[in-house]
C-alpha cells in the first residue's frame, strides 16, 4: 500500500556478506515474522527430534482395591499439540491419559485432579501486547499445559435485538462469556472477543452483528486451558469407571515428591513446525 513499509536483508551464512537488503537500517514492527527467530532458537536448542512431555504423576500408588488416597497431577513444559487442530491424532489424548491410569489399578481416586503450572511464571501475555489483540484468537496466553491450540470458537445468531451464544468448542472452554456486542442495521458483521488471562476469567463478545444473522462462528482465547485439561480427564475417567471424589484445580506449588504414572511425549519438534508452516515447501531435517 501507499502507506506500508517493508524491510529485509539477506546475507550469505558461510561469509556474512549481505547478497541484498531494502530498509535494512529502519526501525519497523516485525510481527509474525518474529516467529521465525523462536523457531529456529528451539531447533538449535532442542533438535528437530525434540518433543515436549507431560507428566500425569501421583502422591501414592493405590491400595490393593484400586483405591488412590492421594491427587493425580498433571505436569507439562508447553505441548502444543495437545488436541489441536492440526495434529489429529491428538484429539484423543485424555482417552489415552485415562487408560494409562487404569493400567496402573486405579479404580477410585480419593483426592483432586490438578494441573501444576509453577514451572512457567505469572505472566501468561507479554506486558507490550496491544490491549486490542488480548483475549483474541491469535493473542492467547502461554502455559505449561495447553490445549486445542487455546482457542476457543463461538457460535452466535441474531434476532432483531437480541444475540444468542448457539456453540462453543470445545465445551466448557469459556464459561463466563459476555455479549456487549451490539445489533447494526447496516454495515457487516464484525465481532471479536476481549479479556485478559492474567487478571479476569470473563470474556466480553464486542462488535456489531446484522439482525437475523443465523449463524456466525468467531474465535477467542481459552481463558483456563489448564484447568479445561483438568475437567476432560476427570470427566473421562468418570466415563472410563474411576471414580473421582475430589475437584479440579490449578496451582503453582505441589509437592516435588511424586510418583510417575505416564508421561505423554508430542510428536517430534520438526513434525510441529512442518504442521505449522501449512503447506509450504519448507524441509526440516
Known amino acids: 500500500t501507499a502507506t506500508g513499509h517493508v524491510g529485509f536483508c539477506c546475507k550469505e551464512i558461510s561469509s556474512g556478506r549481505s547478497i541484498g537488503s531494502l530498509n535494512s537500517q529502519k526501525t519497523l514492527t516485525p510481527a509474525s515474522i518474529t516467529k521465525l527467530i523462536t523457531t ?20 501414592t500408588l493405590p491400595d490393593s ?18 488436541a489441536s487442530n492440526y495434529f489429529k491424532e491428538t484429539l484423543n489424548f485424555a482417552q489415552v491419559w485415562s487408560k494409562a491410569i487404569k493400567e496402573k489399578g486405579i479404580k477410585q481416586i480419593n483426592g483432586h485432579i490438578i494441573a501444576e503450572i509453577g514451572n512457567f511464571d505469572t505472566k501468561y501475555i507479554s506486558p507490550l501486547w496491544l490491549v486490542e489483540d488480548i483475549g483474541t484468537y491469535y493473542g492467547t496466553g502461554t502455559y505449561p499445559l495447553s490445549c486445542y491450540d487455546n482457542t476457543s470458537n463461538i457460535t452466535l445468531k441474531s434476532s432483531e435485538n437480541e444475540i444468542f451464544i448457539t456453540d462453543i ?26 479479556g485478559n488471562p492474567a487478571t479476569v476469567n470473563t470474556r466480553f463478545i464486542e462488535g456489531t452483528i446484522l439482525p437475523n444473522t443465523e449463524s456466525l462462528l468467531m ?26 471424589l475430589g475437584d479440579t484445580r490449578v496451582e503453582f506449588n505441589i509437592p516435588k515428591k511424586r510418583i510417575n504414572l505416564f508421561t505423554y511425549q508430542s510428536p517430534q519438534l520438526k513434525e510441529i513446525i512442518r504442521n505449522g508452516v501449512y503447506s509450504t515447501n519448507l524441509k526440516i531435517s
Do not use: M
Not at 529456529?40 to 502422591?59: R, V
Not at 469459556?174 to 465481532?191: F, H, M, Q, R, Y
Not at 474465535?219 to 468418570?238: E, H, R, S
Open 40 to 59: 529456529s532458537c528451539a531447533l538449535e536448542l532442542l533438535g528437530s527430534d525434540y518433543s515436549f512431555k507431560t507428566w500425569i504423576d501421583c502422591d
Open 65 to 82: 482395591l484400586g483405591v488412590l488416597n492421594g491427587n493425580i497431577y498433571l505436569h507439562g513444559e508447553g505441548d502444543p499439540t495437545l
Open 169 to 194: 468448542y470445545p465445551e466448557n472452554s469459556n464459561p463466563d462469556l459476555e455479549i456487549n456486542a451490539k445489533i447494526v442495521s447496516s454495515g457487516k458483521n464484525n465481532l471479536y472477543v476481549r
Open 219 to 244: 474465535k477467542g482465547d481459552i481463558n483456563n486451558p489448564p484447568l479445561l485439561l483438568t475437567n476432560i480427564l476427570k470427566k473421562q475417567l468418570i466415563l472410563d469407571s474411576v471414580e473421582v
